[in-house]
């Protein structure tokens, strides 16, 4: 089923996700975090999240001194945001446990199970002249700005609900966090056509 097919395609597929291989934005995130390449390791995507997670944390905890004041405190909200999401997701999936539908991964091709409505949900990126974009240049940039990479389990999963419920989750501890260093992210949802948008 594609997207925009209104979910009429009941075939099962394969209902743990974390068992796909890594995706390509989290052998990214692994390499920038940790300086090594991933590609050959054969990570599934829990394997790979678990990393992120962890190169977080350990980078969280490097960073001393009173001169990289700044750079930890973003470190450290990152990380935050990173946790809360994968908690919320975690949360969300516990209670959707049941597959309506499956797809074609679109890394892979291979069918998966589907929990809900698919759609999309993204924090957009700050402005060019905050302290938190320049942080996000040198530690998260990608290539894209049209939305802050959070790199939590469930980055890869097609259902909105659920990538709304970990987006949201890390926007709020983005802005608790930098209260007084951002205040121009915004949280963004997109469902398919025809449905009605959730509220965030």
């Known amino acids: ?115 809900g409505k698919i759609g999309m949900a993204w924090i957009t990126w700050p402005k060019a002249s905050s302290a938190f974009h320049h942080w996000l240049i040198e530690n998260v940039y990608d290539g894209d700005k049209k939305s802050v990479p959070i790199p939590h389990r469930y980055a890869g999963r097609l259902e909105g609900e659920l990538l709304l419920a970990c987006e949201k989750a890390a926007f709020e501890a983005l802005r608790l966090g930098t209260a007084s260093q951002i205040s121009d992210i915004r949280l963004m949802y997109r469902c398919e056509p025809g449905e009605q948008p959730l509220a965030a």
Do not use: C, Y
Request: hydrophobic content about 40%.
């Open 1 to 115: 089923m594609a997207w925009g097919g209104g979910g009429k395609n009941w075939n099962v597929g394969l209902s743990d996700f974390g068992r796909l291989g890594a995706t390509k934005s989290q052998l990214w995130n692994l390499h920038k975090l940790t300086g090594r390449d991933h590609r050959g390791r054969g990570l599934t995507r829990d394997q790979a999240s678990d990393l992120i997670a962890a190169a977080w944390k350990a980078k969280e905890e490097r960073k001393e001194g009173l001169n990289q004041m700044a750079d930890q405190f973003f470190n450290a909200t990152f990380a935050k945001a990173v946790s809360e999401a994968n908690r919320a997701g975690d949360e969300w999936l516990a209670r959707n446990d049941r597959q309506l539908f499956s797809v074609a991964d679109p890394e892979t091709g291979q069918m998966i199970g589907v929990n």
